[in-house]
């Protein structure tokens, strides 16, 4: 049976702490879970929030090229006319095909939560559908707290999604809301109750006991035949269910016609671009997706997997759009560094004296807080350095940054290099925004007329991780940059108990890798 | 049936990207496992690491409540004598009451990876464990990459599970090396298998499917005995199963004995204080133990948990040590700020001009980037200067920083500052490892003599996040500064396109909260 995706991340994901979208951050990833094949995108809640009454207004002049836009809410209010209710009427003038609409199902909720009866939450369920059904509505049941309901009161959970059923909801949509339930129990109580309806089932699952992905993948196994998640699993507390992992498992374990192979293939790039967008970092040991998720370290899954992969691999990196990594680190030893030598050109032999000093540097500068994970061109820099196979393009000879407040002013940075570059004497002021940013306009200045290359680099990331953090302001830093040219990206990375001078240093390698480009 | 915890977060969760512990963090880490509960600590593998030795070593010296220390090895290499094999007489020598020996069952690894044939691989694992139970060991088997093994020659790796046993094993822990197994595989297997063994089955699982916790929670279902995982999820690639989910599953839901409820209590506090140790951020949606596991945003669900928490929370968060938290948020609206009002003392009217204002300020501020969720020592200070309940204890006049760089030498840092405080007008000079640090130390110069309450607050965490990271160097950045005095921690934050700015932002409000601390 083919399973149709139905993502909630304008939604649900968007109720993340941290997460705060802006109307154009929501069509940009509209288009994205577009490119990426799930059926549904749902926009947001038109009734609660007005910045998504905007969403659906824009969104309808966009040409989608598969996904159906839906938007949510609740039933109507108890004890009113369901024509007279803002919220659903609100709903309606989303002008989306379809709508998703969540009821309760759990007796404890109606009572203690909504305040109302268990038959006139029954009523609210009926007259909600048939209103939405009656302006040809494609509309999903959300069965809010299914599972905890089925477990409190089986009777009323049941009669709740009949009357969902009766009304004529195209999908009931089992949820875990509170995210409580485990792989075995939904397994259980799917089982139990499926053969009781014809309506196509569907899974809703939050991550608050780690089991979502797992518990969305059982369903599925169960019979159900619409998943409902988010990109990264972004969702309020621990998440929602992930479906950056629950795609590939469809698709490669389950056999489970949803997206094309070409679209799976993307899924790398959607999880990295829409973490951008959310202005969040993809965690890089993601399932599927992340930076690390086929990175090997060990020395024998090293050595094992260059033999062959399926050993330490449990699906194809490149079906995902993700690649293999062979790390950069000291538990890793000398066999990875002879992989890395031979992938730059260079040619650095096992018990070479130039191969053990590189080893003894590694661990020394590993032990000061570097990571070459994070900047693997400053890497391939050591490396030609020590091979002798690297001259400095230019040499610092001193810099000053001067930092200014006065009173309420915002502050102000100068900052004045002197660099020698083939010999000569140069120097030059740089203002910016802040003190790295001065230094970088001040290099330029002089770089730019001597080596024009420079001019087509530009440093697209920039991120600060304090090392050991409780020593407060006196805190070592890691600064990592990413730079780019037309062609290619590169990673440097410095380290300093001084945020300035760990970012010159990161800031040096970005252009000295650059210059070495054009000499390779 | 109660269940063994097995912590490998030394050994498995050593091998993860960016963990590089020193021997003392895994003394420290050994530490807080034993207070945990878990019943066995895997320490690390004495034939491949030399570091691992010494902790051997020093472990022996400290004397454990409860936890068993296990050292690691593979089975005797191919075609040689058990006696000579120096990954085995290291581990002997390691003098550990318990050894883990990991053996293949996957046909495949075999020849593959181990260029060995089936027969020999099955006499390298009996060989290898009658050496081990001769010398008094309490052995535990992992039977490597034991479901793909299963799914690709059932015979054989139910062959080298039964030389295990045949050979004194103690512990059969089935391990799903690559992580690709679904819960419900896990499941048919291990109802297949379990009664052709008498010995207590193990699980040991990787999250490359987001499904480790999930796994490791269905194979106790089925009845295995010995659960093996690291704290915080740490380890290779995705990460090994997580301990502080599986911990409070095993207790909470399926009613496992494995800690003691005041065991489980502390769960939190391990958790972080071994991320700390790691030196990696926490993850704050960590399911159980995560700052936001029961962080409340959405106006609904926030109104529904005040009225009863059992509406939105699966387990109650002080069983395992966390707490519930109303973020502050722009989605969260007037009640939540209401909520935070009371909480500080103030009295804050839901229609007041006061709230209006406060609530512009709130989003205005949070569009540039500021977040309250991380500084609400900042947010405090905020609502209280919008209620006139707040008075400065100084103001800044002027600072002025300078930070210079000669050649290769370390760089240099002073700061200047001007400030007026009641009334009077002080100035100082502070050096500092970088700007921030310079700063803050020119401060105290001044204010320390003034307020001498200020000498007994600590900051404690310094935090960098780049927001806009893709403008390079230009990019605006958020500083978040955790502060503690003897009784209390506390959270500011400031935002600005210079990073010596925003750290000033943080800084002025850590100082400011806990001088008004004393007058509240």
């Known amino acids: 049976m083919p399973v149709k995706l139905f993502d909630t991340t304008l939604r649900d994901g968007a109720q993340m702490e941290g997460i705060s979208f802006s109307l154009e951050d929501k069509i940009k990833i509209a288009k994205l879970l577009d490119e ?11 009734g609660s929030n007005p910045k998504d009454i905007e969403f659906f207004k824009q969104i309808r002049e966009i040409k989608l090229k598969h996904a159906k836009i839906c938007a949510f809410s609740s039933t ?34 109606v009572t203690e939560a909504l305040k109302t009866t268990l038959s006139e939450n029954l009523k609210m369920i009926e007259d909600s559908i048939h209103f939405l059904k009656a302006r040809g509505k494609e509309v999903i049941f959300d069965a809010e707290h299914f599972f905890d309901g089925y477990k409190a009161n089986r009777k009323y959970a049941l009669e709740a999604l009949k009357a969902a059923e009766g009304a004529g909801a195209d999908v009931l949509c089992l949820c875990d809301t509170n995210g409580g339930s485990l792989a075995f129990e939904v397994q259980d109580i799917i089982n139990e109750i499926k053969d009781q309806f014809k309506t196509p089932l569907g899974i809703h699952a939050h991550n608050d006991s780690e089991t979502a992905v797992s518990v969305s993948g059982m369903a599925v196994k169960c019979g159900c035949t619409h998943v409902q998640g988010t990109i990264n699993g972004y969702g309020e507390r621990c998440g929602n269910a992930n479906l950056c992992s629950i795609i590939p498992i469809l698709k490669l374990k389950l056999g489970v016609d949803c997206v094309t192979d070409k679209q799976l293939k993307s899924l790398t790039e959607v999880s990295r671009h829409i973490a951008e967008i959310a202005n969040l970092p993809q965690s890089a040991h993601q399932p599927f997706v992340g930076r690390s998720a086929f990175a090997h370290k060990g020395g024998i899954h090293v050595s094992a997997v260059t033999k062959n992969p399926g050993t330490y691999e449990h699906v194809q990196p490149e079906l995902v759009g993700n690649e293999r990594r062979v790390t950069i680190s000291e538990l890793s030893g000398v066999s990875n560094l002879l992989v890395k030598a031979e992938a730059y050109g260079l040619k650095l032999k096992k018990d070479s004296p130039a191969a ?45 940054i001067e930092t200014e407040k006065v009173g309420d002013q915002p502050s102000s940075v100068i900052a004045h290099i002197h660099i020698k570059v083939k010999g000569k004497h140069y120097e030059a002021k740089g203002k910016g925004d802040g003190p790295i940013n001065a230094l970088d306009n001040a290099l330029r200045k002089v770089l730019e007329n001597i080596y024009p290359q420079l001019t087509t680099m530009k440093l697209t990331d920039y991120k600060v991780r304090v090392l050991n953090s409780e020593a407060g302001t006196a805190a070592k830093v890691r600064v990592a940059i990413e730079s780019a040219d037309e062609k290619r990206v590169w990673n440097t990375v410095g380290v300093s108990g001084n ?22």
Chains 1, 2 share one sequence.
């Open 499 to 520: 945020v300035i001078e760990a970012s010159w240093l990161a800031l040096v390698d970005a252009l000295e890798y650059k210059l070495m480009l054009g000499m390779k």
């Open 356 to 400: 053990k000093t590189l080893i003894k540097n590694l661990k020394e500068m590993e032990s000061r807080g570097y990571s070459f994970e994070e900047g693997e061109a400053s890497f391939e820099l050591l490396v030609r350095k020590e091979l002798g196979k690297f001259t400095p393009f230019f040499d610092l000879e001193e810099y000053k």
């Open 36 to 46: 990426l094949g799930v059926h549904y995108i749902e926009g947001g809640w038109p």
């Open 76 to 109: 109507r209010r108890p004890e009113m006319q369901v024509e007279e209710d803002k919220i659903l009427r609100a709903l309606v003038e989303a002008e989306t095909e379809v709508v998703s609409i969540f009821g309760k199902c759990w007796d404890f909720h």
